[in-house]
C-alpha cells in the first residue's frame, strides 16, 4: 500500500483516488471543530502526515479563512490529499512530499502561522517527532502553533487502551510507541515552543496546542 517501507499507515478503504480511513472519518469533525476554535483568522497552515487527506478538507470546510499545505511521504496518499483537496475551492495547497525525518525537510517552505500533526509521532521513531520541531521552529512565525493530535501517555494517569497501543506498536516496531507527553513537552521546549493547552478528545487522545515564544 506504500512505496516507503519505512512508514506505516492506518487502515483505508478506496473510493477512485480518495482513500477513506474509518478513524479519520470518526475524529476528523471533532479536530476540525477544536482547530476552528484555536487557529488564528485566515492563518497559513502546514499539515504533517495528512494521511488520505480527509482531516485538511474537513478543517478548510469548519474555516473558509484558512489556507492549508498538506504534506505526505506516502505517494498514494498524496494522490488521495490531492483528490479530497478539489472539493476545496483552492484552499488547500498541492500535497508536498515531507518527511520529517530528512534533515532538511522544511529548507524552502513557509512561513506558517501554524503547523498541525495527527497520529504521526506514535507510528514513527522518535527522530520523526524530533524533526519534526526542528523544521517547525525553522518554519512557524513568532508567536504561531503547533497543534498535535493522538495518544500520549502521561504517567499513572495514562488510559490503559493507550498502554495497550503502546505495547501493541512497540511489537510492531521498537522504535514507535505512545510518547510520554513530558518527553513531547521537553522536545518543544528545547526548540523554543511553549505548552498551553491540553484538550481531551474522543477515545483518550489529545489535542496539544504549543505556541513559538522564541524566534
Ligand atoms: C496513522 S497515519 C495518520 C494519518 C493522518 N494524519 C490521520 O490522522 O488520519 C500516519 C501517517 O504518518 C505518515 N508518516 C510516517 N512517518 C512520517 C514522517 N517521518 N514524516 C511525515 N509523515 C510521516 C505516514 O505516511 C502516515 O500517513
Partial sequence: MTDRPDIALEQRERCD???????????????AAALAELLPENAHVLE???GTGEH???CVTARPDLSWTPSEPDA???TSV????????GRIAPCLACSTTEARWSDGLGPFD???????IHIAPWEAAEGLFRGAAEVIVEGGLVCLYGPFQEGEATAPSNLDFDASLKARD?????????????????RGFEREARREMPANNLLLVYRKTAP
Avoid at 521498537?174 to 528545547?190: E, N, T, Y
Wanted: with cysteine.
Fill in 17 to 31: 483516488a480518495r482513500l477513506s480511513s474509518p478513524s479519520a472519518g470518526r475524529n476528523k469533525a471533532v479536530i
Fill in 48 to 50: 504533517i502526515a495528512s
Fill in 56 to 58: 485538511a478538507l474537513a
Fill in 76 to 78: 498514494e496518499s498524496r
Fill in 82 to 89: 490531492d483528490a479530497w483537496s478539489a472539493d476545496a475551492g
Fill in 114 to 120: 501554524a503547523l498541525f500533526c495527527a497520529n504521526m
Fill in 174 to 190: 521498537p522504535r514507535w510507541g505512545v510518547r510520554a507527553l513530558s518527553d513531547v513537552d521537553a522536545l518543544a521546549q528545547g
